[in-house]
């Protein structure tokens, strides 16, 4: 594991308070291909979870990749996606995801047309999909991917599993 600076606090390149202001960033000071975002929110998310998103990453099968309305140079594997996120019966979960550095031209785009929702940028990438039963492997998805901002938000999680 690379070393970490003595204060590994990155700020995000915008003055706004935008998701994907906060990727370009992650990507920006990425020492590696891939990025594991997981929002301070999601506190019941595994590192058992997260190494199946990164296994899809580096995975060569494409039989769950969508293809966005961008796509990759030709000189890129064609398999790669450039990104791996759940998706549940609620949608894709962007901020529970690994990212590639090969986001960022994408995420200029969007940043350059004034274009912040992150869900949107996926259309502009290859993206490689977990869910349903792949899912459930790792944990009830439902609590796997909570969203849990007050108390009261988690104590309806915990309770669902009693």
Same mark, same amino acid.
């Given at each position: 594991m690379p070393e970490l600076p003595a204060d590994p606090r990155f700020r995000d390149n915008q003055a706004r308070l935008a998701n994907v %202001?906060?990727?370009d960033a992650a990507l920006a000071w990425a020492r590696h %291909?891939? !990025?594991v975002v997981v929002a301070c929110d999601m506190p019941f998310v595994?590192? +058992? /979870?997260?190494?199946?998103?990164?296994?899809?990453?580096n995975a060569d099968s494409s039989d769950s990749? %969508? +293809?966005g309305a961008d796509s990759r140079d030709s000189n890129d594997r064609v398999d790669a996606p450039d990104a791996v996120i759940p +998706?549940?019966?609620h949608g894709y979960h962007p901020l529970c995801a690994v990212y590639t550095r090969a986001c960022r031209p994408a995420v200029a785009r969007r940043l350059a047309g004034g274009? /912040?929702?992150l869900k949107a940028l996926l259309a502009d990438l290859r993206v490689r999909v977990m869910e349903g039963d792949a899912m459930d492997r790792y944990g009830d998805r439902r609590r796997l991917l909570a969203n !849990?901002?007050?108390p009261a938000a988690l104590e309806a999680v !915990?309770?669902?599993?009693?």
């Open positions: %202001d906060a990727l %291909d891939l !990025v595994t590192a +058992r /979870f997260i190494r199946a998103l990164l296994s899809l990453a990749t %969508d +293809r +998706r549940t019966e274009q /912040f929702a !849990v901002n007050t !915990v309770d669902q599993q009693t």
